[in-house]
T-cell receptor
Framework: NAGVTQTPKFQVLKTGQSMTLQCAQDMNHEYMSWYRQDPGMGLRLIHYSVGAGITDQGEVPNGYNVSRSTTEDFPLRLLSAAPSQTSVYFC?????????FGQGTRLTVV | QQQVKQSPQSLIVQKGGISIINCAYENTAFDYFPWYQQFPGKGPALLIAIRPDVSEKKEGRFTISFNKSAKQFSLHIMDSQPGDSATYFCAASSQGGYNKLIFGAGTRLAVHP
């Protein structure tokens, strides 16, 4: 049972490039979320989904897109990367109140 | 706007001592208050959680104290061990809004032998 799997673990992008952070869960959870973690700011919610085909914005959605075509996958897209998006990104899923987090993707935008 | 304020930012405790981390919230609709533990290079993991119908919850060496009138809750780690050295996050959400977990800024705990 892998839980929540994020890929890649590390990524360096140039300003303006696009990329997709992958997140997959094998717990058949309806709810999935993306957070970014920055020093001194905790984890901030970017986007979340309550089921396949349903997504909504969190606290800091600008510059990010999501989609949810299957229960298992919830990719996060950066359309035009900016240095301000340098961060550690965490995907989480939950079936009840407890959220299970992946191991994170460390993204650097230069 | 920081809805969950956490303090201190960092904490150093000697082995065997008590670690105390405090959080305060603003939104009275919050009714679920978890604490997450994060080790370097790992994602956060649920440590313990409380709902406002109780004032205290204990699991092993970890205790949450909850003060609804003051809108504050705290994590106490008894007999702190070097293996407890990690970053701790408090969080809050409201019923039906579990996806919108609002996190505090985190406390980096170091337990010295």
């Amino acid at each position: 049972n892998a839980g929540v799997t994020q890929t890649p673990k590390f990524q360096v992008l140039k300003t303006g490039q696009s990329m997709t952070l992958q997140c997959a869960q094998d717990m058949n959870h309806e709810y999935m979320s993306w957070y970014r973690q920055d020093p001194g700011m905790g984890l901030r919610l970017i986007h979340y989904s309550v089921g396949a085909g349903i997504t909504d914005q969190g606290e800091v959605p600008n510059g990010y897109n999501v989609s949810r075509s299957t229960t298992e996958d919830f990719p996060l897209r950066l359309l035009s990367a900016a240095p301000s998006q340098t961060s550690v990104y965490f995907c989480a899923s939950r079936g009840g109140a407890e959220a299970f987090f992946g191991q994170g993707t460390r993204l650097t935008v230069v | 706007q920081q809805q969950v304020k956490q303090s201190p930012q960092s904490l150093i405790v000697q082995k065997g001592g008590i670690s105390i981390i405090n959080c305060a919230y603003e939104n009275t609709a919050f009714d679920y208050f978890p604490w997450y533990q994060q080790f370097p290079g790992k994602g956060p993991a649920l440590l313990i959680a409380i709902r406002p119908d109780v004032s205290e919850k204990k699991e092993g060496r970890f205790t949450i104290s909850f003060n609804k009138s003051a809108k504050q809750f705290s994590l106490h780690i008894m007999d702190s061990q070097p293996g407890d050295s990690a970053t701790y996050f408090c969080a809050a959400s409201s019923q039906g809004g579990y996806n919108k977990l609002i996190f505090g800024a985190g406390t980096r705990l170091a337990v010295h032998p």
